[in-house]
């Protein structure tokens, strides 16, 4: 991330990073670019969404190492925001989202994603001390053929936060792949609720659409919902969606123990798995310690 | 001598990349042939052909069967012809054992009804020369098998249906040298059965060649055969390697 | 059996008015004529679901609200649709079930059946009768257990069953009491195959353990559009029930059903449920495992064609520690049919050590059709072992290739994979009935059923 080049406009108004990718406000964006923002967005749309943001990515631009989306989001004003991603026909991003606290929170992220187009996006979110109900929308939208989105999100719901995350695949064309997993470790008194929509429009051939949500409960008076959502109006397609909630699995534990780790090692070993998946797709090694610690911190003060 | 199998010029495409591209050969009644060659050279491709699989299509060159243009026929058409695949990996049928799935089949093939108990004899029968035990009739079909037991059923099915032309994918891969013995015994006996059955094994070791000797062995090499030669060619592959045949030709 | 004493058929609509005339005619206590006036007002204030098939269209003042139940078997044969009279054709039915089936025949072969089993069961002090005659001869035990499980206000359609509820059946199976054969539900003439609005309670005491089968799988042929009944059932300690519904009503029908059990300690509850036929149907078999150590098992399947949409699936709702759960729903949509999944699993505190397991599979079968899935899974307690799954495809050009490479043409291959897609709820249901559902699906794959 430290590589990419920025500039600034005087207003910080938009935002220059590396090969014609920028991040502008919405209403600014529009300004200088009318067409792009009247196929993603209708008139009425953008005075509302007073607070939106666009992360522009041009056709055929390939990005290789991640984008930061805190370190973008700084640069613009102190409020809630919408974030508007809009990935152009055969370009190939990274992006992550790594959230230790409310200040300049995105609370919805929309991917627009154009033919040939791939997407990686990982969210990890963790526990913070604000009490608060707070929704994250997560929309992707697979617009043309041959796309493809990768999500890996990772949450940590500690007694002080309600989380309600919401995740949408729609699938609007044929021939292309959606991936999400979503794993949350839920400590005591916290409450939790996903819910995660695939859909697949009509003659949507060779569509194929997966999503996985595994949550961990490690103490009491926890709360866990989950919903997730197929909506399929096409036949020549391959959908699954799994959800999973409980505690870490006494055999796997006992196992762990009859090899020598402490009934806490192989507690702390088992809850990597819930987020390795995530973990791995970083090259970055501060933000894997950073995750990895406060993991650590949290299982320590109950275990 | 009857010819079984004519393939002529044959061109495939498989989502717009051609995967077999000219080939022709001559299979005759009670024959046996290898096709050997490494792995992506086409061979199982060729099977999937001739039996008819939807996403192989022909572009040019022609597939002959008893003299019979087989291209436009669908894979059960060909199946009624006399035509038998051996999957590479077969498929797992969920909630359709063994025992209906067969009697089905018999009846398509052979065209005439069998009775329950008439099929029950001739399916028992045939499980003991393979030595499965007769309860596997009532499992679902492939359903959590090994890989050695679908291979050994893939062979049931042969003897069950009795095939004019047996094609076998890659028969041997996965098994043990015992489990090898019981199919090789299998295909050993329907070809006594009927000495005109006419087999193609498909194999890129020459392992099992031990035990069902060819008489005429082909080397594929992306999409087309280069090198043809009897049985004693098998034994130069398992010395020397593929490299030496194909870069022969090429 | 009910001896009608004359003919009646009540107005058009729903007022207070015809639901006393109801409970006139039935001579019912006033604790039920309130309880159907009650149940009225609530139908009345109650809004239509916002969510599921669209019922906008459902006119409640165009409907005979009580048709004495020989009434309705005054249909004449010419009036049959050819289109179910070719159905019983392709299934096998023998002509004189095929009449009482299209509700033409007035009796029934069965009938001596029923009158022999009806000795045998009195001796053992099951009770296996017309709801009404239920509330009649076993007042008491009747007004104990009646709405305890699903009440009035539970939602719109359960409200309107019980204002204007009719015929049923009332179980009763004693203590340790074991029936060893399925109680067919359609033994009954005058009951649930002509019924609208039916009450079924079942109760089955300590020990004791009941199948019960209802419905069958050749299409039934309704003159009134709209069914919805009601089916309560209590398990009580260490029992076991089966219930199997086959619904295959003809494509008039609005099919809306409120089913419910309650399992206590160590009761095992399995619903059984596969719907065939109807426009529409909303129906959601639930469990509440009550008591410790209960069992819950709903296994589920839902065919959707031409211009069907089957809204079904279940609950289960864990109460009690060390409970367990199993749930499988397995749907087809083709042609144009659309078919909706919804499922509830719910585990709420003090459920301790519970496992639930939850599986949705559907299969669409052309670029016509829709499916839908919404699980919910809600848990609130952290000793539990609770998944859900579910996919949806289509049939796999692999199987179908190795079928086909074995002799079966491409409707034979459907066919039997379509067979074996389902085979899980097939296996579940009584022998006559699974050699019909097979015969229906083959039918149906090659065309000549829609």
Redesign the interface.
Known sequence: MDNIKRTSDLNSKILYLSKGVFVSELSYFSSLYPDIAKKYFNEVAIETIAQGMVLFIPNNTKIDRFINLKEIVENFSDTEKRLFVIVGSFACVKIYNFIENLEKFIHSIDFFVEEGASVSFIGCYLDFDESKIITHDLNIFLIEKNCKVDCKIFCIVDGVQNIVFRTKQQHLSGDSHSNLILNCIAFENSHFEYEGKIFIDKNCSKVEAYQNNKNIILENNVVVNSMPILEILSNDVLCKHSTATGQIDKDSLFYLQTRGLSEKEANILLLENVFDFLINSFDNKKIKDTVLRRVKEKIRKIL | MISVLKINNLCVCVDKSEIIKNLSIDVFDGQVHAIMGPNGSGKSSLAYSL?????FCVKSGGISFFNEDVVQL???????RGL??A?QY??E????TVF???K??LG??SGKLVSFDGFSKILFNKMDILKIDHSFAYR?LNEDFSGGEKKRFEIL?MLV?RPRLAILDEIDSGLDIDSLKVVAKGIKYAKKENPRMTIIIITHRQHILRYIKPDFVHIMHDGTIVNSGNFELAAQIEKKGYTGFIDAKS | MQNPDYVFKSDRGLNKKIVCEISAKKNEPGWMTDFRLNALEIFESMPMPNFGPNLSWLNTNDIHFYVKPIEGLKNSWEDVPDKIKKTFEALGVPQAEQKFLAGVGAQYESEMIYKSLQKKWEKEGVVFVDSTEGLKKYPDIFKKYFASVVPPNDNKFAALNSAVWSGGNFVIIPKGVKIDMPLQAYFRIDSSSFGQFERTLIIVEEGGSLEYVEGCSAQVYKQNSLHSAVVEIIALKGSKIRYTTIQNWSDNVCNLVTKRALARENATVEWIDGNFGSKITMKYPSIILKGEKSKGQIISIAVAAKDQHQDTGGKIIHLAPNTSSNFVSKSISKNGGRSSFRGLLKVEAGAVNVNAKMQCDALILDDLSRSDTYPKVQVKEKNVDVGHEASVSKISDEQLFYIQSRGLNEEMARAMIVNGFIDSFVKEIPMEYAVEINRLISASMEGSIG
């Open positions: 039996m008819g699989h939807p996403r669908s894979p059960d058409e060909r199946a009624k038998f695949l999957f077969p498929k049928i969920p909630g359709a209906s799935v067969l089905e089949s398509a093939v679902n099915q249906l």
